[in-house]
């Protein structure tokens, strides 16, 4: 009797760990607000999906709107993956297309934008228009067109591993100085950095390498759907005094020659965070675009 009662006690408990261990954690979370043909917003680096609480204002009215945060990022479990923003393009293809409408659009900011270029290169059909929020196919590259993946992987690899060693204050004090510098509009810096700092460290530096080792330039021109790219500009930055606004928007335009539909946009008066710091003209070329 004992005997009978421990295998099936065992059997139990490996049926369990079984279970445990086929449960994948997601590569992402979501919070839904609003009502209409929807809209999926995915935010950048380190970010939760607050970033886009104004946004969800402005169009919940209209729209079924899905916030995104990304696994790793803003509190978020992480995934153990060593392709992070493959897994989590995989996985966001099958959850637009079972919560999509006749109308859907994808909006991305920054690494959120990158990823969104992936998943309008594998599905040319999943949504109807695509926003691209400050971000490039090969960001490596936006200053030197002739730098390529393989010195980008050799050079940069230990950015997978540049998170990992510091301490709460020290990534908190890190992803804040990287942050001020990309916010015109420091009202919104604290929020920002408050949620940065809740993000995994394996997670944030696996995520940076991967989209800086990453080519996708001669990839876009598979991209079909309407796809507006907006960046910004303010004044010069100090490493690169001579770069002008002509000279971004050429950039930029180099980096999408490839996608015919795609048009590329300056914001004025806009650091990074677009949305935050130029909210005013953000959203007119955002609802022109999609009520175009």
């Given at each position: 009797m004992k005997t009978k009662l421990s295998i099936l006690l065992f059997l139990f408990a490996f049926a369990n760990l079984l279970g445990q261990e086929t449960q994948k954690t997601p590569a992402f979370e979501v919070s839904v607000h609003g009502k209409g043909d929807?809209?999926?917003?995915?935010?950048?680096l380190s970010c939760s999906g607050n970033v886009w609480n104004e946004t969800v204002k402005t169009y919940k009215d209209?729209?079924?709107i899905h916030v995104i945060t990304?696994?790793?990022?803003?509190?978020?479990?992480?995934?153990?993956?060593?392709?992070?923003?493959?897994?989590?393009?995989?996985?966001?293809i099958g959850y637009i297309k079972k919560h999509k409408t006749k109308n859907s659009i994808l909006i991305g900011h920054s690494i959120g934008g990158f990823t969104s270029?992936?998943?309008a290169i594998e599905d040319q059909n999943l949504v109807s228009k695509i926003i691209i929020v400050d971000s490039l196919p090969f960001l490596a590259g936006s200053y030197n067109d002739a730098v390529t993946v393989e010195v980008v992987k050799s050079s940069y690899g230990m950015m997978k591993e540049m998170y990992?060693?510091?301490?709460?204050?020290?990534?908190?004090n890190t992803l804040k100085q990287s942050i001020n510098g990309m916010m015109r509009n420091k009202e919104n810096l604290e929020f920002v950095v408050n949620d940065?700092?809740?993000?995994?460290?394996?997670?944030?530096g696996f995520t940076v390498f991967e989209m800086l080792s990453t080519d996708i330039r001669d990839d876009i021109q598979h991209i079909k759907t309407p796809t507006l790219v907006l960046t910004n500009w303010n004044k010069p930055i100090p490493q690169f005094p001579n770069f002008t606004r002509a000279d971004k928007l050429k950039m930029y335009q180099k980096q999408y020659e490839n996608c015919s539909s795609c048009t590329v946009k300056i914001i004025d008066k806009a650091e990074h965070f677009i949305m935050l710091d130029?909210?005013?003209?953000?959203?007119k070329e955002v609802s022109n675009f999609i009520n175009e």
């Open positions: 929807t809209m999926f917003l995915i935010p950048g209209n729209y079924e990304l696994a790793g990022y803003g509190g978020v479990k992480p995934i153990a993956s060593e392709n992070i923003l493959q897994e989590v393009k995989t996985e966001l270029l992936l998943i990992m060693p510091m301490d709460s204050l020290t990534l908190r940065a700092a809740k993000s995994d460290r394996r997670t944030l130029n909210p005013t003209e953000f959203y």
